[in-house]
């Protein structure tokens, strides 16, 4: 007996401190959440990238920023796939930019040797921008979900004050909220799996050394998991080939291009699909290049349906110094010799093609309303040629039109307001009475003798 009970006390022991040093590991609560972070020390946590000094005061990871060191980030020793994570998280100074990786890399050959955290960040953005709870692309693709997207949740963060972030990766979807506020929604298979990460951002100003950043009830779930519906209408970033997913059904978006024929397109002033010129393959519409010339060759293809309000999205892909477009409202009843008349999302090769210098102020340039109103862009949202880049269009019921470029609002205005009909006046499109203001009209992709490829073109009409 005495034997037996030295065995039993020797077995608790063991797994007494087996549980003790592996407190990252501990105890999973009856609703399967389990604490990555005792509340004490760092176990279980390891910085990289930076030197950004983590330490714990009265049960809070507290970051401190150094100056003139990369990004640093506080990451778990363990790797995830398929998780639920939620923390609270504090920023005191606008210069403390920081973020929480989700499915988190690390390049250790990067940076001379130092090393290199990249991936999937959930920021957190105490800047003007207020794009806290969008999907960043860490040292890789950069912005995935700018909150021009859902602009309504730039308000969910407060600066000063502790911040609740919930994080979902299940399977290739992501989802975030910011105190109960349903904030990013992306559709991307890049990364299966990776470490969850705290951020202190690297700082310019050397007076800024020492800002701190607030982590602490971090906690994860990666068993029987249950995917928080979201309740608003939220834009998709959806990374998927020619796929809604169900929430996107259920909100009213529909393929304009199901990936694998011509279906719901025909060829502008035809009455069937060109039978040259445009091909599918793999998923991808692409027009051939011939001689640059405006709809000379295979020509133009519309939409078979008409649309007036609505919520159009697609990505596009140039090659080298090449021209088209998308347009809407196109009536096909002006009896243009060449290209179909409509408004235009131009797509431009600004560097390589001509059109970009023509014009007024650059109004020819791409993801502009062409010859009418110049987009306003920055360098940093443009993909370069050959790679993808994701165009939007929404009209409003009473008129009001934005042009998107990669998740960012670069061209807005009203149809048939005052200042829209002055800049038609001293246009190319003054000859046409009313221009641009059909009640209805037809989406239209140009052929102007370059190739150019399009996938995931989709739409939702607004009631």
Same mark, same amino acid.
């Given at each position: 007996m ?33 604490? =990555? ?15 950004a ?6 049960g ?13 980030? =506080? ?7 398929? @998780? ?9 100074n606008l ?26 960040q ?13 999907l960043?692309d ?5 912005? =995935? ?18 911040? #609740? ?18 904030v990013?929604?992306?559709v ?12 202190? #951002? ?8 020492g800002?701190?950043? /607030? ?26 080939l ?26 502008? @002033? ?6 040259h ?29 008409? /649309? ?13 110094g ?14 243009n ?5 409509g408004?235009? /999302? ?6 390589? #093609? ?15 309303l ?13 993909k ?5 880049n994701?165009?939007r ?10 042009? @998107? ?16 009909r ?14 641009g ?7 239209l992709?140009?052929? #102007?003798?370059d ?13």
């Open positions: 005495k034997y037996k009970t030295i065995l039993g006390l020797f077995g608790a022991l063991a797994i007494w401190t087996s549980a003790c040093s592996s407190p990252q590991k501990g105890t999973t609560t009856d609703d399967g959440w389990r604490d =990555l972070f005792n509340g004490k020390d760092l176990t279980g946590w390891k910085p990289l990238g930076g030197e000094i983590f330490d714990v005061e009265d809070v990871i507290v970051g401190r920023a150094v100056a003139n060191t990369p990004n640093t980030f =506080l990451v778990t020793e363990e790797t995830f796939g398929d @998780y639920i994570v939620e923390l609270d998280l504090k920023i005191e210069s403390s930019n920081s973020g929480v990786m989700a499915r988190g890399q690390f390049d250790a050959n990067a940076n001379d040797g130092q090393g290199r955290v990249f991936g999937y959930i920021e957190a953005d105490p800047s003007e921008r207020a794009w806290s709870g969008g960043y860490e040292a890789r693709r950069g912005w =995935l979900y700018p909150l021009e997207l859902n602009p309504e949740a730039k308000s969910a963060f407060k600066m000063g004050e502790f911040n #609740h972030y919930r994080i979902e990766a299940i399977g290739d979807e992501i989802k975030t909220w910011i105190n109960g506020v349903e990013a929604y992306v991307d298979d890049m990364d299966a799996t990776g470490f969850i990460g705290l951020q202190v #951002h690297g700082i310019r100003n050397p007076e800024d050394a800002n701190k950043t /607030y982590f602490k009830n971090v906690k994860v779930k990666t068993e029987n998991l249950d995917p928080k519906p979201f309740s608003k209408d939220i834009f998709v970033v959806n990374n998927r020619n796929e809604l997913t169900d929430y996107e059904k259920s909100k009213g978006w529909k393929l304009l291009f199901n990936g694998q024929n011509s279906d719901g397109w025909i060829g502008a @002033y035809k009455e069937s699909f060109p039978d010129g445009w091909s599918i393959t793999d998923g991808i519409l692409t027009i051939a290049a011939t001689d640059g010339s405006e709809s000379t060759n295979a020509g133009d293809i519309v939409t078979t349906d008409e /649309y007036s309000a609505f919520d159009l999205a697609f990505e596009f892909k140039l090659t080298e090449a021209n088209s477009g998308l347009k809407y409202f196109v009536t096909l009843s002006e009896g010799s060449g290209s179909a008349i408004l235009e /999302y131009q797509i431009l090769d600004d560097e390589k #093609h001509p059109d970009a210098k023509m014009g007024i102020e650059g109004n020819r340039t791409l993801s502009s062409y010859d009418l109103i110049k987009a306003d862009k920055q360098s940093r949202f443009i370069p040629i050959g790679e993808w994701k165009g269009v929404v009209v409003y019921p009473d008129n009001k039109v934005e042009h @998107y470029l990669n998740g960012v609002k670069v061209v807005e205005y009203v149809r048939g307001s005052q200042e829209y002055d800049l038609v006046a001293i246009s190319k499109y003054k000859k046409w009475d009313n221009f203001e059909a009640e209805k009209g037809r989406i992709l140009q052929d #102007h003798g190739e150019v490829s399009f996938k995931n073109i989709k739409i939702k009409e607004l009631k």
